[in-house]
């Protein structure tokens, strides 16, 4: 079993930057690719950007190729998800995932373990 806890989010004015931390715990051999998805309100929970176990295969949503970054520590199990030029439609509840295979995906259906979501809001 794997716990997931993200921290890191807030109110921002457009055009600001926000890094959003995800802690995973638990068995490490159960922690392959982390993914960051994000739930507008009103709006279906979408794909953000995926990291494999590895670190280099990375993946990002069109709407946020360029101004997002998605990094992670193995060592201490910990994602990351840099957001540069936020904009007011990137305001939502950011959810960290992993799964335990290593190779990453853009399928939230697809990610055995879920974080409990932190809210970003982008004012302009």
């Known amino acids: 079993q794997v716990q997931l806890v993200e921290s890191g989010g807030g109110s921002v004015q457009a055009g600001d930057s926000l890094t959003l931390s995800c802690a995973a715990s638990?068995?490490?051999?159960?922690?392959?690719?982390m993914a960051w998805f994000r739930q507008a309100p009103g709006k279906e929970r979408e794909f953000v950007a995926s990291?494999?176990?590895?670190?280099?295969?990375?993946k990002y949503a069109a709407s946020v190729e360029g101004r997002f970054t998605i990094t992670k520590r193995n060592v201490q199990n910990m994602a990351y998800l840099q957001m540069y030029n936020l904009k007011p439609e990137d305001t939502a509840v950011y959810y960290c995932?992993?799964?335990?295979?290593?190779?990453?995906?853009?399928?939230?259906?697809?990610?055995?373990?879920w974080g409990q979501g932190t809210l970003v809001t982008v004012s302009s």
């Open positions: 995932a992993s799964r335990e295979f290593r190779a990453a995906s853009t399928i939230a259906g697809e990610y055995d373990y």
């Open positions: 638990g068995r490490a051999d159960s922690i392959g690719a």
């Open positions: 990291i494999s176990w590895s670190g280099y295969g990375v």
